[in-house]
T-cell receptor, first 115, second 115 residues
Framework: NAGVTQTPKFQVLKTGQSMTLQCAQD?????MSWYRQDPGMGLRLIHY???????DQGEVPNGYNVSRSTTEDFPLRLLSAAPSQTSVYFC??????????????FGPGTRLTVL | DQQVKQNSPSLSVQEGRISILNCDYT??????FLWYKKYPAEGPTFLIS?????DKNEDGRFTVFLNKSAKHLSLHIVPSQPGDSAVYFC??????????????FGTGTQLKVEL
């Protein structure tokens, strides 16, 4: 099993450009989520999905879109990048997300810089 | 408003000694807590957890203690090894209104275990 994979590892964008951060998991997990990590702050939840076709907003959703057309994939879209979106982005998945005991597995992260 | 706080950004201990990492929380609704470990350029990996119905959970060299009245938890690593050098995140789990499981993270403590 590859676990949770994320591409790209690094990305530099100019303000106003758009891009999609890819996330995939091969563990047949229903629950997937996106977090961002900024200096001096803990990881914060952006969007999450409890299954294919279902998504919802987390703590810091503004400026980001998501969709979940398959169980395996959960891409994160930046429609018009802003310098405030410079961050490290982590995708995570767990079996159901219904219980606190469902361990969440994180991908290796994407480091995004917006100039 | 940081609901999960790790007030020590860094900690240095000698190999073989005990490492104690501390975490405080403010939301009394939190009832499940986790510790994640993170190496550079990798995603966080689950280490150990504790439910609020317990005050201690042990897994090998790692023990987590929970003091509900003080809203405080700590991670003890005994004996500390150089491979334990990493950033340790404390997190609290809460169930989202749309289903799904949100982790609220602290800012992390960088542990360095010296020879």
């Amino acid at each position: 099993n590859a676990g949770v994979t994320q591409t790209p590892k690094f990305q530099v964008l100019k303000t106003g450009q758009s891009m999609t951060l890819q996330c995939a998991q091969d563990m047949n997990h229903e629950y997937m989520s996106w977090y961002r990590q900024d200096p001096g702050m803990g990881l914060r939840l952006i969007h999450y999905s409890v299954g294919a076709g279902i998504t919802d907003q987390g703590e810091v959703p503004n400026g980001y879109n998501v969709s979940r057309s398959t169980t395996e994939d959960f891409p994160l879209r930046l429609l018009s990048a802003a310098p405030s979106q410079t961050s490290v982005y982590f995708c995570a998945s767990s079996y159901s997300g219904l219980y606190p005991t469902d361990t969440q597995y994180f991908g290796p992260g994407t480091r995004l810089t917006v100039l | 408003d940081q609901q999960v706080k790790q007030n020590s950004p860094s900690l240095s201990v000698q190999e073989g000694r005990i490492s104690i990492l501390n975490c405080d929380y403010t939301n009394s609704m939190f009832d499940y807590f986790l510790w994640y470990k993170k190496y550079p350029a990798e995603g966080p990996t689950f280490l150990i957890s504790i439910s609020s119905i317990k005050d201690k959970n042990e897994d090998g060299r790692f023990t987590v203690f929970l003091n509900k009245s003080a809203k405080h938890l700590s991670l003890h690593i005994v004996p500390s090894q150089p491979g334990d050098s990493a950033v340790y995140f404390c997190a609290a789990s809460s169930i989202l209104t749309g289903g799904g499981n949100k982790l609220t993270f602290g800012t992390g403590t960088q542990l360095k275990v010296e020879l």
